[in-house]
């Protein structure tokens, strides 16, 4: 925990526009000027570090969990203890399979089954998706608006075995982006990168689902 940077306060939330077409928003950043960036942790099934729980609760770090509903469903205590410590819960499928191109059905039936799953362990419906690798398509943004789902989220920064890879050539976290890591044995070292990140570039880590209403 010494490692954790001290942070600012986050600013009050100002909610991004959600598109008045009918289907769900699709974001790499959250289009805010705010002085924010957002932490995302990614699957579920592979692994699931002890520590995290301790750790989101003593630095007091906002993050969204996309999870498979497999995933869970089969180890749905380990989520609650991060929930508790200040995480939320959001979609990411039933079976982790690439949705762009797929059926409207059937892309309907991944995303809302999952949905569906998360609410009935966490008590509440996911209202935002992230497809399995970021692919997607028009029939994604609709299928996810119909299972509930307000925006699409994919991401502007990757973290693995603790380092911060960056897809732009500015290499800074900058306002609104959204950094992506998975539950995988090295998610400690990733949080604590990230977190670093976001200091450096003069941010503080908050919660996506306080932008996206």
Not at 9 to 25: D, F, N, S
């Amino acid at each position: 925990m010494s490692q954790v940077p001290t942070f600012p306060e986050a600013p009050p939330p100002q909610p991004v526009l959600l598109p008045a077409t009918g289907t769900a928003a699709f974001w790499h950043r959250l289009p805010t000027d705010q002085k924010v960036a957002f932490i995302s942790i990614d699957d579920g099934g592979l692994a699931r570090p002890p520590a995290v729980a301790e750790f989101v609760w003593r630095a007091r770090i906002p993050v969204t969990m996309f999870l498979n509903s497999p995933a869970a469903q089969e180890h749905d205590v380990y989520f609650r203890q991060i929930e508790v410590a200040g995480a939320v819960v959001e979609n990411h499928t039933i079976n982790h399979t690439s949705l762009a191109g797929r059926s409207y059905s059937y892309q309907k039936q991944e995303i809302c089954g999952a949905a569906d799953r998360l609410e009935a362990l966490f008590g509440k419906r996911p209202t935002l998706f992230r497809p399995p690798f970021g692919e997607h398509d028009s029939t994604t943004l609709q299928a996810a608006h119909d299972c509930g789902a307000k925006a699409v989220i994919h991401w502007t920064e990757t973290v693995h075995e603790g380092k911060v890879r960056y897809q732009t050539p500015e290499k800074v976290v900058r306002p609104g982006d959204v950094l992506l890591m998975h539950f995988r044995p090295a998610l400690m070292d990733d949080l604590l990168a990230a977190l670093k990140a976001i200091h450096r570039a003069g941010l503080t880590p908050a919660l996506l689902e306080d932008y996206v209403r």
